[in-house]
């Protein structure tokens, strides 16, 4: 299994471009999310999704859109990227939400927004 | 949001005990979390504690519960240089949204 993969690693964009952030696991994982990290700031959550078809909101969502057409994949979109967005940028998977379960985590996408 | 609590820093020497306290909000957190983060890399699930357990230990890891302070701690036992990395604590707060830390980083001193 890959597990969770991200792409692309690095980004720069200038202010006002769009791009969308590619997320992909392979084990067959209801809930995915999407994260950024900056720093003192831990990770906070932007989007979620418990299963295709269905996503919501978490706590820092806009600016950023999200859509989940089948299990696998869960890309993330900017709409115009401001400097605020330079993060880096973790999408992770579990079996389920809620209770326990472990959270796989992608190896990030570091954005600059110029 | 919750506000889940850390410290940004903790430097040790190696072969030392390191202790990461966190703090938390959420009561009704059935399970609570530690993620460990080496440079450059997403998280990776370290440890957990279910809500009704004081102490968990696994190996040179031991985690305390204190479910009235809601305070969470990780104890590193023989801290080695591989240690050194960003931990988190994480709770899942209603809505099954999963809240993460500050995240600490935590240095061990050869």
């Known amino acids: 299994n890959a597990g969770v993969t991200q792409t692309p690693k690095f980004q720069v964009l200038k202010t006002g471009q769009s791009m969308t952030l590619q997320c992909a696991q392979d084990m067959n994982h209801e809930y995915m999310s999407w994260y950024r990290q900056d720093p003192g700031m831990g990770l906070r959550l932007i989007h979620y999704s418990v299963g295709a078809g269905i996503t919501d909101q978490g706590e820092v969502p806009n600016g950023y859109n999200v859509s989940r057409s089948t299990t696998e994949d869960f890309p993330l979109r900017l709409l115009s990227a401001a400097p605020s967005q330079t993060s880096v940028y973790f999408c992770?998977?579990?079996?389920?939400?809620?209770?326990?379960?472990?959270?796989?985590f992608g190896p990030g996408t570091r954005l600059t927004v110029l | 949001g919750e506000d889940v609590e850390q410290s940004l820093f903790l430097s040790v020497r190696e072969g030392d005990s390191s202790v990461i306290n966190c703090t938390y909000t959420d009561s009704s957190s059935t399970y609570l979390y530690w993620y460990k983060q080496e440079p450059g890399a997403g998280l990776q699930l370290l440890t957990y504690?279910?809500?009704?357990?004081d102490m968990k230990q696994d190996q040179r890891l031991t985690v305390l519960l204190n479910k009235k302070d809601k305070h969470l701690s990780l104890r590193i036992a023989d801290t080695q240089t591989g240690d050194s990395a960003i931990y988190f604590c994480a709770e899942i707060a209603t809505g099954n949204q999963f809240y993460f830390g500050t995240g600490t980083s935590l240095t061990v001193i050869p």
């Open positions: 992770a998977s579990s079996y389920a939400a809620g209770d326990y379960n472990e959270q796989f």
């Open positions: 504690i279910f809500s009704n357990m």
